[in-house]
């Protein structure tokens, strides 16, 4: 053994970084005399060898050409409606708070309505908008610090 | 500062017309490791597109100065875990429930390494051979040899540190080793 400060696991881990061309210039070298040198690291790295152009044997299967040409379009069409159902919530926001901010100002202005009747409907409208904004900053809050937000629940 | 950075920061301030060069770059091998994940081309297309999709609207939380590509990786492989347990989810629900296993074992349902590989003589061995592998195993295995990955971006992909993506790799090609000599 060439280094005596390096445990044998050690070595067969280097082995391994060598044949996968992660080791630099010097460890290189040290490890290249090591195998050339020792039968029993020779063996492992043959071993390793072996794994690999078994793997390296197994060639993907190609995709078609035409695929190939219309994958970008297909990426585009995704951002485009992406962004187009970022409009169209904001419309309908816009919308829906119109007509609501409107039938809550003709309830108000409206004097054939009795007055506890007023006070309820608008009691239900402020519970509903606390609801929604609570949900919303719930989600939203998880979506920050969660670090899994890609994974599905 | 790399040609991924300067397009990924031109995405940042709202030039989007550049990330066609970023999916340009990066499709064969997003589409294949999701082909890797999914063990059909059409998922796989499906898949890889809705990772380069995801990670465009979120391009504005990219570090500038990380690999873009382990990134999009990440995204993609999240993507896959939940098509894999969708559809785990709906096998379940008309088959036997016995048949459920408790962890994410998403390469299992590869059947036919046809969809993936191109037929040589060896392909049915080997694929015997790394089907045997724990899932885990089998991972790393395909992160190393088939995506191409260095150390540092299995690392960054599987949140682990460097020495663990060694260990790992090296006791699963060791199975493997011995996989292959038993099947031979």
């Known amino acids: 053994m060439s280094n005596p400060l390096l445990k044998p696991d050690e070595i067969e881990l280097k082995i391994m970084a060598y044949l996968d061309g992660e080791l630099g ?9 090591l195998i050339e040198k020792d039968s029993r690291y020779k063996q492992i790295y043959e071993s390793l060898k072996r794994v690999q152009e078994a793997t390296h044997d197994m060639k993907l299967k190609k995709l078609p050409e035409f695929y190939w040409d219309e994958y970008w379009q297909h990426v585009y069409n995704r951002i485009e409606r992406g962004i187009s159902w970022i409009i169209i919530s904001i419309g309908t926001i816009v919308v829906f708070g119109f007509l609501i901010w409107n039938a809550l100002s ?7 309505i009795n007055p506890i009747l007023k006070g309820g409907i608008l009691l239900l409208i402020f519970g509903l908008l606390i609801l929604l904004i609570s949900v919303l900053r719930e989600k939203l809050m998880i979506r920050k610090v969660d670090k899994y937000n890609e994974v599905e629940r | 500062m790399d040609e991924d950075q300067q397009i990924i920061a031109d995405c940042q301030m709202g030039k989007s017309e550049s990330y066609r060069v970023l999916v340009e770059k990066y499709k064969t091998r997003a589409y294949y490791a999701a082909l890797m994940y999914s063990g059909n081309q059409d998922d796989a297309l499906d898949l890889s597109q809705e990772a ?18 382990t990134w999009l990786y990440q995204i993609l492989r999240n993507l896959c875990i939940n098509h894999y347990k969708r559809i785990r989810k709906r096998n ?7 048949g459920a296993q408790n962890y994410v074992d998403y390469f299992s349902d590869i059947k036919n390494p046809g969809e993936i590989f191109e037929e040589t003589e060896r392909r049915e061995f080997i ?30 992909v599987l949140a682990i540190p460097i020495g663990s993506v060694m260990s790992r790799l090296y006791y699963a090609r060791k199975r493997l080793a011995e996989l292959l000599e038993e099947l031979q």
Not at chain 2, 60 to 69: C, H, Q, R, S, V
Not at chain 2, 92 to 98: A, Q
Not at chain 2, 148 to 156: G, K
Request: proline letters at 1%; aromatic letters at 14%.
């Open chain 1, 106 to 112: 003709s309830l108000i202005a409206d004097q054939t």
């Open chain 2, 127 to 156: 694929w015997k051979a790394i089907k045997k592998l724990k899932p885990t195993e089998r991972e790393i295995i395909l992160l190393k040899e088939f995506d191409e990955l260095s150390y540092r971006e299995i690392s960054e």
């Open chain 2, 52 to 69: 380069f999709y995801r990670a465009f609207k979120a391009i504005k939380t990219f570090e500038l100065g990380k690999n873009f590509y």
């Open chain 1, 25 to 33: 210039g010097d460890e290189s070298i040290e490890i290249k005399k």
């Open chain 2, 92 to 98: 379940i629900v008309f088959s036997d429930v016995d």
